[in-house]
């Protein structure tokens, strides 16, 4: 699985960027530290 993640850019367009590829849990450190096992992310 592929996770992907954007911020707004200065004119406010969206910049996406690769975050996790195929890990059991995701751990971003902003805007706020989050830890999220996959498993529990559901569509």
Do not use: C, N, T
């Not at 975050?19 to 751990?27: K, L, M, P, R």
């Amino acid at each position: 699985m592929h996770l992907y993640a954007y911020r707004i850019g200065p004119g406010g367009e969206r910049q996406y960027e690769l975050v996790d590829d195929g890990s059991e849990v995701i751990e971003l450190p902003e805007p706020f530290a989050i830890k999220l096992p996959i498993a529990e992310i559901r569509p």
